[in-house]
């Protein structure tokens, strides 16, 4: 039935007598639903939204409307305030179709926002289309049912965007992921705690910023007690959240998916959630313990310049680049200089590269070996004209 179905926003002035169908369809759809929909879309409310140009309706080829979202703007935010579909069309991802063609309409605004009570465990739909968990409120329904905050961001420069920016040209952007936040910022003890500790040494707080992606708040969110919940959610804001775009989420999520298994498990999709965010914040450091994502560190550094390191081997790569401005000689200042950093685990990958860079330097004289420095080893090919 899928293929019977366009997706549109209602247009405010239809060929006759499809109007008043689409309206009609619309509040039997909510009568219908009403026990888990906000108020009622009366005939004048559903007219106002058309009239905005903010109601999408999946249509079918009887041309009845069988699904339908409706949002607002406001302050420069998108607000989805009903997404509903009709029994008979269900399990044939309308619900998500309708709000990615919000999210695609509304693409000019800074965010988009929906509220939704958490016994209807539309976690998936959310999460799925980009959005995360912000927080938690008191809902306003009879059964006092919490209600959960989700935000998608769409990267619009504003004020934390430029902060950000600035940030990651006067220090390195390394993001942690949840189990090393929770290391970080907690007392219990855990197998590797130690390890993630490193990351609290004072003299990395000149060259390192700390920072942690929006897809923490989904990795929280899986909390069953609401009050452990918003606890940890809180701790999250001693951090910088760095920010996201969702036109670049979708890109790179598609690009990284082929390092993923195509069943994915929650924990995979928040893995790759992690570290599609840090690829979209320019992060030049991913810090896991995680042995699936440990693994992925060659190919996504190739594609992205994001290195993927455990606690200690990050250390370890920030004192090499904390010592580079002392082992570049004078007078390669102003040549073109091509420099490496190798961290920990690539010095085979370095050796090979080295061994043919001085087979050349034997007939061209253009190499030179600046250092080597234990576990972490820096190259600098000096190539000049002459």
Same mark, same amino acid.
């Given at each position: 039935?899928?293929?019977?179905?366009?997706?549109?926003?209602?247009?405010?002035?239809?060929?006759?007598?499809?109007?008043?169908?689409?309206?009609?369809?619309?509040?039997?759809?909510?009568?219908?639903?009403?026990?888990?929909?906000?108020?009622?879309?009366?005939?004048?409310?559903?007219?106002?939204?058309?009239?905005?140009?903010?109601?999408?309706?999946?249509?079918?080829? $009887?041309?009845?409307? @069988? /699904?339908?979202?409706?949002?607002?703007?406001? #302050? *420069?935010?998108? =607000?989805?305030?009903?997404?509903? &579909?009709?029994?008979?069309?269900?399990?044939?991802?309308?619900?998500?179709?309708?709000?990615?063609?919000?999210?695609?309409?509304?693409?000019?605004?800074?965010?988009?926002?929906?509220?939704?009570?958490?016994?209807?465990?539309?976690?998936?739909?959310?999460? $799925?289309?980009?959005? @995360? /968990?912000?927080?938690?409120?008191?809902?306003? #329904? *009879?059964?006092? =049912?919490?209600?959960?905050?989700? &935000?998608?961001?769409?990267?619009?420069?504003?004020?934390?965007?430029?902060?950000?920016?600035?940030?990651?040209?006067?220090?390195?952007?390394?993001?942690?992921?949840?189990?090393?936040?929770?290391?970080?910022?907690?007392?219990?003890?855990?197998?590797?705690?130690?390890?993630?500790? @490193?990351?609290?040494?004072?003299?990395?707080?000149?060259?390192?910023?700390?920072?942690?992606?929006?897809?923490?708040?989904?990795?929280?969110?899986?909390?069953?007690?609401?009050?452990?919940?918003?606890?940890?959610?809180?701790?999250?804001?001693?951090?910088?959240?760095?920010?996201?775009?969702?036109?670049?989420?979708?890109?790179?999520?598609?690009?990284?998916?082929?390092?993923?298994?195509?069943?994915?498990?929650?924990?995979?999709?928040?893995?790759?959630?992690?570290?599609?965010?840090?690829?979209?914040?320019?992060?030049?450091?991913?810090?896991?313990?995680?042995?699936?994502?440990?693994?992925?560190?060659?190919?996504?550094?190739?594609?992205?310049?994001?290195?993927?390191?455990?606690?200690?081997?990050?250390?370890?790569?920030?004192?090499?680049?904390?010592?580079?401005?002392?082992?570049?000689?004078?007078?390669?200042?102003?040549?073109?200089?091509?420099?490496?950093?190798?961290?920990?685990?690539?010095?085979?990958?370095?050796?090979?590269?080295?061994?043919?860079?001085?087979?050349?330097?034997?007939?061209?004289?253009?190499?030179?070996?600046?250092?080597?420095?234990?576990?972490?080893?820096?190259?600098?090919?000096?190539?000049?004209?002459?």
């Amino acid at each position: 039935m899928a293929s019977e179905i366009k997706i549109i926003r209602i247009p405010f002035k239809p060929a006759s007598g499809k109007y008043d169908n689409y309206v009609a369809s619309i509040i039997t759809l909510w009568r219908s639903h009403s026990s888990k929909l906000g108020e009622l879309p009366s005939e004048e409310k559903i007219l106002e939204y058309i009239s905005k140009h903010k109601l999408i309706g999946v249509i079918s080829a $009887s041309d009845q409307c @069988v /699904a339908y979202g409706m949002y607002r703007e406001i #302050n *420069q935010v998108a =607000q989805i305030k009903h997404i509903c &579909v009709h029994r008979d069309w269900r399990r044939q991802r309308l619900g998500k179709q309708i709000v990615e063609k919000i999210i695609d309409d509304a693409s000019h605004l800074y965010e988009a926002k929906v509220l939704c009570r958490r016994d209807y465990n539309l976690d998936s739909l959310w999460k $799925s289309c980009g959005f @995360v /968990a912000i927080k938690d409120r008191d809902g306003r #329904n *009879q059964q006092n =049912q919490p209600i959960t905050e989700w &935000v998608l961001q769409y990267g619009r420069p504003n004020l934390l965007t430029l902060l950000h920016e600035t940030t990651i040209i006067t220090k390195i952007c390394a993001v942690i992921d949840t189990n090393i936040f929770i290391d970080l910022t907690e007392d219990s003890l855990t197998r590797n705690k130690e390890d993630s500790l @490193v990351l609290q040494s004072e003299w990395l707080s000149d060259d390192v910023e700390i920072c942690v992606t929006s897809e923490i708040f989904n990795d929280l969110d899986r909390i069953s007690s609401r009050q452990a919940r918003e606890e940890r959610k809180a701790r999250v804001h001693h951090f910088r959240v760095i920010p996201d775009s969702q036109e670049k989420y979708s890109e790179i999520k598609k690009v990284t998916s082929k390092y993923f298994s195509k069943s994915l498990t929650e924990q995979d999709k928040s893995d790759m959630g992690h570290l599609v965010r840090a690829i979209v914040g320019n992060a030049q450091c991913f810090i896991t313990r995680d042995t699936g994502l440990l693994e992925l560190d060659e190919p996504i550094y190739q594609a992205f310049g994001l290195a993927i390191l455990r606690p200690s081997d990050f250390v370890l790569y920030i004192d090499s680049l904390s010592q580079e401005a002392k082992y570049q000689p004078r007078r390669f200042l102003g040549t073109t200089i091509e420099a490496q950093l190798v961290v920990p685990g690539k010095q085979k990958e370095l050796v090979e590269e080295w061994l043919y860079r001085v087979n050349y330097a034997a007939v061209a004289g253009k190499c030179q070996l600046i250092r080597q420095r234990g576990s972490a080893t820096q190259v600098m090919m000096h190539c000049s004209d002459g």
